[in-house]
């Protein structure tokens, strides 16, 4: 098993060949913060929209026990 191991990794003598994976490393971690801050700002709308909802519900239904009452 150490076999396949030491083979599956791999170190460059010429540590040059590192420069494109860290800029694909890079972009992509960019990439994800800027989904993860999309997706947050999508999720507090969504917060926003589903409490406005909630209170006109239940705004209403204290208006039909109200007319209940009467």
Do not use: G, H
């Not at 150490?2 to 040059?16: G, H, M, Q, R, T």
């Not at 992509?28 to 589903?50: D, G, N």
């Amino acid at each position: 098993m150490n076999a396949w191991i030491v083979n599956f990794l791999y170190f460059p003598e010429d540590k040059s060949a590192y420069i494109p994976a860290a800029f694909q490393f890079l972009i992509f971690a960019i990439l994800c913060v800027l989904a993860f801050r999309w997706i947050v700002k999508i999720s507090k709308k969504q917060e926003v929209k589903t409490k406005e909802l909630e209170e006109r519900i239940l705004r209403e239904r204290q208006l039909e026990k109200q007319k209940d009452q009467y």
